[in-house]
């Protein structure tokens, strides 16, 4: 509940930046995915950052992803782009786009810098 009244607060205004961490954590099933249509609504009109470690989120609410590793630009692309990396990646996951996030970070530990897609 407290999390919804600080959301709440966030976006009364209609702001044209918001930033969120981690807005679904403690969320069920249900809230979750009423939470990320509500992120595609605001994300219509407004610059939407959010920081989150559900890849799933990411990929049903969002246009760009970027990822950091040490305050370095390890992916940046969509969240088709990564998925398309993890349905070509052995890497560890139960979807695809959690195996692009795998993969895309060990290319850049790999030294291949980071990874852009094609819009």
Do not use: K
């Amino acid at each position: 509940m407290v999390r919804r009244v600080g959301i709440a607060q966030a976006i009364v205004n209609e702001p044209s930046v918001l930033l969120l961490d981690e807005p679904t954590a403690g969320l069920d099933p249900e809230q979750r995915v009423e939470f990320r249509e509500l992120l595609r609504e605001l994300g219509a009109s407004a610059a939407v950052v959010v920081s989150t470690h559900l890849v799933e989120d990411v990929a049903a609410a969002c246009t760009e992803v970027t990822l950091l590793e040490a305050g370095r630009i390890a992916y940046r692309g969509t969240p088709h782009s990564l998925t398309l990396m993890g349905e070509a990646s052995d890497g560890p996951g139960d979807h695809p786009i959690e195996r692009g996030y795998t993969a895309a970070l060990r290319a850049h530990r790999g030294g291949a810098g980071t990874r852009e897609s094609v819009r």
